[in-house]
């Protein structure tokens, strides 16, 4: 491949980008303005100033859109293909992954949280969402490599702590969008999640 197509790619994927960020950035303005039943892939495209073909070429749902947005979250240092050493290292990533998640609902703030925590997104049904890089999907993973290897025994199957976790992570989130981000987000996470994965892995 010649510099020139190198270069010529990188511009179609920084367009393709831009359009991505400024889909979801008129996707997070209705949302906040007026919530999860105003959010129809026409007012996005709207409020984008874009195509449906466009927000097609992208995403294929407005909640494929939301949960590209949460899932893409920046990574935490951990590196999740080391194995633990013993369950304290493990149940300590395991809490770094929910706090680096925080963090990023922090950043993307309550309005849009809020309404993203609604039954009514698909996005956050496990049967039915797509194999992104979820936190969960992430914990599951490597908390299966500790066990194949030895280092952690779990007193429940894999299945139902990512549940459990899943729900834990669920109420913290609207906890906090129930009390208008006005509470110790990180600390409750931390709190919560350390006690349940004291119970359940040794």
């Known amino acids: 491949m010649s510099e020139h197509t190198q270069q010529k790619l990188s511009k179609q994927q920084q ?6 960020e400024r889909i979801f950035r008129a996707a997070k303005e209705i949302l906040k303005k007026k919530g999860y039943d105003a ?34 979250q920046p990574s935490v240092s951990t590196d999740y293909s080391e194995i633990p050493q013993n369950a304290d290292d493990a149940k300590r990533t395991v809490i770094l992954v929910y706090l680096n998640y925080v963090k990023y609902c922090e950043e993307l703030g309550v309005p849009f949280m ?38 952690i025994k779990i007193s429940l199957t894999l299945e139902e702590i990512s549940t459990d976790i899943r ?30 994965l004291d119970s359940v892995i040794q």
Request: aromatic share 12%; glycine share 6%.
């Open 15 to 20: 367009k393709s980008q831009e359009t991505k």
């Open 114 to 151: 809020a309404n993203y925590y609604t039954p009514k997104n698909q996005a956050l049904n496990p049967v039915s969402r797509t194999k992104r890089p979820y936190p969960i999907v992430t914990v599951t993973t490597y908390l299966e490599k500790a066990l194949k290897a030895g280092t």
């Open 39 to 72: 959010l129809s892939i026409k007012n996005i495209c709207e409020e984008a100033g874009v195509s449906n073909g466009s927000f097609y070429h992208h995403f294929k749902t407005k909640d494929d859109l939301l949960s590209y947005y949460i899932e893409e």
């Open 167 to 196: 729900m834990l992570v669920i109420g913290n989130v609207f906890e906090w969008c129930l009390r208008n981000g006005k509470t110790d987000f990180a600390g409750n996470m931390e709190r919560s999640l350390g006690k349940y």
